[in-house]
């Protein structure tokens, strides 16, 4: 209970630090709360990934892309700022050993990233929720940015601070990146082996396909 509240009716009220407020389940700021949410979410993917190991590799790819990976944290990737929260490099790792498991070889990042890929793109749909944490949080901003500035209309409300720094990362990006010769024509990558900066080239590629996603 917070000290400076008289009011008898407020007395009533929880004090929640801004760091463990939630709103329909999504944690609103960095800090404990967003976490134990990433937290818990990669333990359900370490035991999915368990107990998946039971089945065909092909109904386990159909199941980690349509109901383990990137949709089951869809809701936390759109309504938290989760862009640097640790356990996401945490929950990528658990769906590449997936991945390894399903192919039955160790993949290296410059594979992995492949793989990532959606399938429109050359790779398994299975995507790296580190490279949908920012396209997927902007994207959802704008499309409640109207709703939000007719109700909020009467009332000055200081600027997202989240939103505003995922925007200059976003346009840092989006004036860094281009489309690279080694795409081909069709978009998707084509055969590196051997180069030092393959996995950043590889890398530069996934996020130059996830802008060009976003505008579309």
Request: aromatic share 10%.
């Amino acid at each position: 209970m917070h000290s400076d509240v008289t009011d008898s009716t407020l007395l009533f009220f929880v004090y929640v630090q801004s760091s463990d407020a939630e709103q329909l389940g999504a944690p609103l700021f960095p800090g404990s709360a967003l976490d134990a949410a990433w937290t818990k979410r990669c333990e359900d993917l370490t035991r999915a990934v368990h107990r998946l190991a039971e089945i065909r590799s092909q109904d386990v790819l159909i199941l980690l892309r349509a109901s383990f990976s990137a949709p089951t944290v869809q809701h936390l990737l759109r309504c938290s700022p989760s862009v640097h929260v640790s356990a996401l490099q945490t929950f990528d790792g658990h769906l590449r050993l997936a991945v390894s498991n399903i192919t039955n070889s160790g993949l290296s990042d410059t594979q992995w990233i492949q793989a990532s890929l959606p399938i429109k793109y050359g790779g398994l749909g299975i995507r790296r929720v580190v490279s949908l944490a920012l396209p997927v949080f902007l994207a959802a901003a704008a499309s409640n940015f109207d709703l939000q500035t007719q109700i909020l209309a009467s009332f000055f409300c200081p600027s997202d601070s989240f939103l505003d720094l995922y925007l200059s990362s976003w346009s840092r990006e989006d004036e860094r990146l281009s489309w690279p010769g080694w795409l081909t024509y069709s978009g998707r990558l084509s055969h590196i082996s051997g180069h030092p900066s393959d996995t950043g080239r590889a890398q530069d590629g996934e996020r130059t396909l996830a802008r060009l996603s976003f505008y579309r």
